[in-house]
């Protein structure tokens, strides 16, 4: 008769290790889907601090210069760069204010040309061979795509309303930061290490950006295209959003080109082939070269980043994308059991510190 070993039927024991690093791992998971639902719901008061934070990580330096080398107080120094700032988001308003006043007195023009599309469209067509009504169809579409561009637009003039108003409250914010930041931090710390990083990305960042802007928006002005100046500064702010920004900037021109009756086809093509080469050339040779592996982040872990933060935030939240994923990455590489994921977010290999 056959004996059974009784230690074949026995269950594997799990070792004390293993079942501390599935409890991290379950606590790491509803950690985190505890926190984001609370970055969901705390969004008013979070934005406008975050936002602050990294203002006052990129305009450190400015006020850390003035302390350390011309020896102004610090006081003075946050003021002054805190008018530079303020002077340059006045700017920026009136420049949208007079070009929205600009728009409005060419859409006259515009309503026109969108109501005499059916006709354009319905005449290349052999619509008559298809038994098809073209112009109804057209005449339907179109009033549904006006219907929501007004949509798009009053939403946007919502948001830029809304982050007109949060304005105040952020700079309040950043001028406390700054006057309060230490000039001292801690080598080793994971803070200044994130301080460091962010620095570097968005110095790097703004020059480029500028040069962009101004190269697309003297483009659009050579070319007489409309609202010229404004689409080159939502250039130089759209360029700070990964991949996605570009796309955008490039696409926005379009409407109005295309629906000014006085633009020749020459001017059309030209308005969307040199910026999108721009954009090409910038992302690709400039941004690689300068940029490097600054937030060391792998560009799916970005493109991720970019559908979280702007589900969680909005706009706002994509802008901030780049910079608060790579602030996480530091921040799991220093934890043994996150440090896989810092990896991943990464995508390479790494051994926890």
């Known amino acids: 008769m056959a004996t059974i070993d009784p230690n074949s039927q026995r269950t594997p024991r799990i070792s004390n290790a293993t079942r501390d690093r599935v409890q991290t791992l379950c606590l790491l998971t509803l950690t ?4 984001g639902v609370a970055l969901f719901w705390l969004r008013g008061v979070l934005i406008p601090f975050v936002l602050a934070v990294f203002l006052s990580i990129a305009l450190g330096p400015l006020v850390e210069n003035q302390v350390v080398r011309l020896r102004v107080p610090r006081a003075i120094a946050v003021t002054i760069v805190m008018v530079i700032v ?14 929205v006043g600009q728009l409005s007195g060419s ?13 354009r469209i319905a005449a290349w067509l052999p619509a008559d061979r298809w038994d098809i009504d073209l112009h109804a169809r057209l005449d339907a579409f179109l009033e549904n795509a006006l219907g929501n561009v007004t949509n798009v637009l009053s939403g946007a003039l919502n948001s830029l309303v809304s982050f007109i108003s949060q304005g105040f409250l952020v700079a309040v914010f950043v001028f406390f930061l700054l006057l309060g930041a230490s ?4 080598q080793d710390s994971v803070w200044s290490e994130i301080k460091k990083r962010i ?7 703004l020059w480029i950006s500028a040069l962009l802007g101004l190269a ?8 007489h295209v409309q609202l010229a100046l ?6 130089f702010i759209l360029n700070f959003i990964p991949s996605i920004g570009a796309v955008i900037a490039v696409l926005l021109p379009v409407p109005i080109v295309l629906l000014n009756p006085e633009t020749p086809l020459t001017t059309v093509a030209l308005a969307i ?9 910038v992302g690709n040779v400039v941004e690689v070269k300068v940029l490097g592996k600054s937030l060391d982040l792998h560009p799916v872990a970005i493109l991720l980043s970019l559908i979280v933060w702007g589900t969680l935030w909005g706009v706002i939240g994509m802008l901030l994308a780049a910079p608060i994923t790579a602030a996480l990455k530091l921040a799991l590489e220093r934890i043994p059991y996150t440090a896989p994921f810092a990896a991943l977010l990464a995508s390479r290999a790494s051994k926890p510190r």
């Open 273 to 281: 082939a040199i910026p999108a080469a721009l954009q090409l050339f």
């Open 183 to 186: 000039q001292a931090p801690a």
């Open 199 to 205: 620095q570097a990305y968005v110095l790097a960042k």
């Open 107 to 119: 859409r006259a023009m515009y309503e026109e040309t969108l109501r005499a599309l059916p006709n």
């Open 230 to 235: 404004v689409f080159g500064l939502f250039t």
């Open 216 to 223: 697309v928006g003297g483009v659009l002005a050579v070319l």
């Open 86 to 99: 303020v002077a340059l988001l006045v700017s920026f308003g009136l420049l949208v204010s007079s070009s």
């Open 32 to 35: 985190t889907v505890a926190v």
